[in-house]
């Protein structure tokens, strides 16, 4: 169960990102996070992960408060950055995804076991030694998220996860995220690309003005996606109805 009450966050500079932010999820799920620019869609995954605590309310996640319980968090919950240059920091590809599983302290053969088999997950077996500076940036994307499965988390959050895919990429990337979620694992995608996911939804939060505006099912949502400011599906606007987005 991931559950929030009343949860607010305001930022040094004084900017109220989260302003009562309520909802709860059933786990494992296949949520969509959605809404304007500067709703808090990525305030709000930052603080699932744990990163900041909020300024207000309370966040639960599997029972834990990840501002809390950072170390259970960290292996429970992974974050994939909006910009994967945020979150590679390694020299290289291996040591790169090699960086969760060792910071959770596992012993070496589980960090080489693991590493392998999120390289050959993501394609990435043959640049496990290449430098992350020389990757492309769909590559980065790949080891971004081959670095997050590695540290096999329940919880998985996408943080514009398309941005700057090509069609390959994005359905590849679509076919992992379901994956994912078929493994019983809970993901949560922020994206103004809803096109792309909503049909898989099990659940879609809508934010605006830092709380949240709507949260359903795909179907009761979809139709009422413009009234906060987030495209709806072409399907839906042409009539048809919720289209998987590969079916289209
Ligand atoms: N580091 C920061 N310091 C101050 N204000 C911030 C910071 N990061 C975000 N904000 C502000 O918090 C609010 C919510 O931002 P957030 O990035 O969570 O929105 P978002 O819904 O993810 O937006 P987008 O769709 O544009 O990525 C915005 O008003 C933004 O300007």
Request: hydrophobic share 45%.
């Amino acid at each position: 169960m991931i559950e929030a009450n009343d949860l607010h966050f305001t930022y040094p500079d004084g900017t109220s990102a989260l302003r009562g932010v309520t909802f709860r999820v059933a786990t494992p799920a296949f949520v969509l996070l959605c809404g304007a620019n500067g709703q808090g869609k990525t305030t709000l995954l930052h603080l699932l992960a744990g990163l900041f605590p909020p300024s207000g309310g309370s966040l639960r996640v599997f029972g834990l408060d990840p501002s809390r319980d950072a170390q259970a968090v960290r292996a429970r919950v992974g974050l994939v950055f909006q910009d994967p240059d945020s979150q590679i920091l390694s020299e290289t590809v291996a040591e790169d995804v090699a960086f969760g599983p060792e910071n959770l302290g596992l012993a070496r053969d589980v960090v080489r076991r693991r590493v392998d088999q999120a390289l050959a997950r993501f394609g990435l077996e043959a640049l496990g030694d290449k430098p992350c500076h020389a990757l492309s940036g769909g590559e980065k994307r790949r080891v971004a998220l081959a670095g997050v499965l590695a540290v096999d988390p329940e919880l998985v959050l996408f943080d514009e996860p398309f941005t700057h895919l090509d069609w390959a990429g994005s359905r590849a990337l679509l076919d992992a995220l379901l994956e994912i979620r078929r493994e019983g694992r809970t993901v949560v995608v922020s994206t103004h690309d809803v096109e792309k996911v909503i049909a898989h939804a099990e659940q879609v939060l809508v934010l605006k003005d830092g709380r949240v505006a709507r949260c359903g099912s795909p179907a009761h949502v979809a139709g009422e996606l413009a009234r906060y400011g987030v495209r709806p599906p072409c399907s839906v606007l042409l009539g048809k109805g919720l289209q998987p987005w590969l079916a289209a």
